[in-house]
């Protein structure tokens, strides 16, 4: 690899998080389909943010993407005026209250609010819960190839509309929609700009789709009555078999460039919010896999649930202002109320992070960057 080659950094990062929070217990109360099940111990989730749907207060998808992007911006080194591109990744494109787009792009109209020049490149990505990842790939190999030196990847999720849905709408734990109830509203920003330390860099981003999956989790309207639905079959999502997907296509592409999972020396593992119990499972098939110990595990999801696209940057900028949970390792498993200040290695300057997808698609993949000079 040429050291004259263009690379990508991470140099700032956002998020906006609603007011508005529900407890299992409240959630129950909207449920009665759901019975003894105890969401709790069956995704880990204590609670999980939700917007405000008075379009006053401005939580719609838009309001909240474009207040996280506003909040990058507050940390970053960058004007909006600098940025060459943004990219928007919502997969509820909710505005103006309920009110649900596609034309003009988010990216277009987030741009003209934020200050942007007029013209900048701007274009929306949709590739579920992967979005955010997906915006950023395009927008590294961007940066790679010379055509943009800064931008931005920024999404706006009202994902608890399915969880309302499904609230009115299963019968039980059973029920396809029940992986609904684990959602969480939120945004997350990242701007990107070009490296010039190896300290401080994206070392590489790839990804995978599997369609031969892509029937396990399903969004679309209802199809028992009004509003939309998420449709997923858990058992076949969480198999074994599915979760080897990422360590085995991790594991070729190291090889193809002489390297092993150990040799990269992670110090932290983001994995995709779903739950609790998925992101060990997912760490122990993994450590299977390669056949050495995980890294950190980083997350957010006992408090936030899970918020889409958005998951792995809300993790990593939470981690990095100090207010994550960890778990993962041998000595921190179980340990649900660790808070990640207490760590000795809380976002250590100089760390190496890997963010692993797990998307509808299904999408996989690793980023593998090291983060030195992050503003959050």
């Known amino acids: 690899?040429?050291?004259?080659?263009?690379?990508?950094?991470?140099?700032?990062?956002?998020?906006?998080?609603?007011?508005?929070?529900?407890?299992?217990?409240?959630?129950?109360?909207?449920?009665?389909?759901?019975?003894?099940?105890?969401?709790?111990?069956?995704?880990?989730?204590?609670?999980?943010?939700?917007?405000?749907?008075?379009?006053?207060?401005?939580?719609?998808?838009?309001?909240?993407?474009?207040?996280?992007?506003?909040?990058?911006?507050?940390?970053?080194?960058?004007?909006?005026?600098?940025?060459?591109?943004?990219?928007?990744?919502?997969?509820?494109?909710?505005?103006?209250?309920?009110?649900?787009?596609?034309?003009?792009?988010?990216?277009?109209?987030?741009?003209?609010?934020?200050?942007?020049?007029?013209g900048v490149l701007s274009f929306d990505v949709s590739n579920a819960c992967a979005g955010m990842m997906t915006g950023v790939w395009l927008l590294d190999r961007m940066i790679r190839s010379g055509a943009v030196r800064s931008g931005m990847v920024v999404s706006g999720e009202q994902a608890t509309r399915v969880a309302r849905t499904a609230a009115r709408e299963l019968t039980d734990s059973y029920d396809p929609q029940f992986a609904s109830l684990s959602v969480g509203d939120s945004a997350a920003a990242v701007i990107l700009d070009e490296s010039s330390d190896p300290a401080d860099r994206i070392h590489y981003i790839e990804l995978m789709t599997c369609s031969e999956y892509s029937h396990l989790c399903m969004g679309m309207p209802s199809d028992r009555g009004q509003g939309i639905a998420l449709y997923t079959d858990n058992k076949k999502m969480h198999d074994r078999n599915r979760l080897k997907l990422w360590p085995r296509f991790h594991e070729d592409f190291l090889a193809k460039h002489g390297h092993r999972f150990a040799d990269e020396e992670f110090d932290y593992v983001i994995h995709h919010q779903v739950g609790t119990r998925f992101i060990d499972y997912?760490?122990?098939?993994?450590?299977?896999?390669?056949?050495?110990?995980?890294?950190?595990?980083?997350?957010?999801?006992?408090?936030?649930?899970?918020?889409?696209?958005?998951?792995?940057?809300?993790?990593?900028?939470?981690?990095?202002?100090?207010?994550?949970?960890?778990?993962?390792?041998?000595?921190?498993?179980?340990?649900?109320?660790?808070?990640?200040?207490?760590?000795?290695?809380?976002?250590?300057?100089?760390?190496?992070?890997l963010m692993v997808p797990a998307a509808s698609g299904v999408v996989t993949g690793a980023l593998s960057a090291t983060i030195t000079n992050a503003r959050v």
């Open 282 to 353: 997912v760490n122990q098939t993994a450590e299977a896999e390669f056949g050495t110990p995980m890294p950190a595990s980083l997350q957010v999801v006992e408090r936030f649930g899970n918020t889409a696209t958005t998951s792995h940057f809300l993790t990593l900028r939470e981690h990095l202002r100090g207010n994550a949970d960890l778990r993962g390792n041998a000595d921190l498993r179980g340990n649900a109320d660790l808070r990640g200040n207490a760590h000795p290695d809380q976002a250590r300057s100089g760390a190496r992070y």
């Open 1 to 118: 690899m040429s050291t004259t080659e263009r690379r990508s950094r991470i140099e700032a990062l956002g998020a906006f998080l609603p007011a508005g929070s529900q407890t299992n217990e409240e959630l129950r109360a909207e449920a009665p389909g759901l019975g003894d099940a105890d969401v709790e111990r069956i995704t880990g989730i204590a609670e999980r943010r939700v917007h405000d749907p008075d379009p006053a207060a401005g939580e719609d998808s838009f309001g909240m993407a474009l207040a996280a992007a506003r909040d990058c911006l507050a940390a970053s080194r960058h004007r909006a005026a600098d940025l060459d591109v943004v990219i928007s990744a919502s997969i509820t494109r909710v505005k103006d209250g309920s009110r649900f787009h596609f034309e003009p792009s988010f990216a277009g109209m987030l741009a003209g609010e934020l200050g942007a020049r007029p």
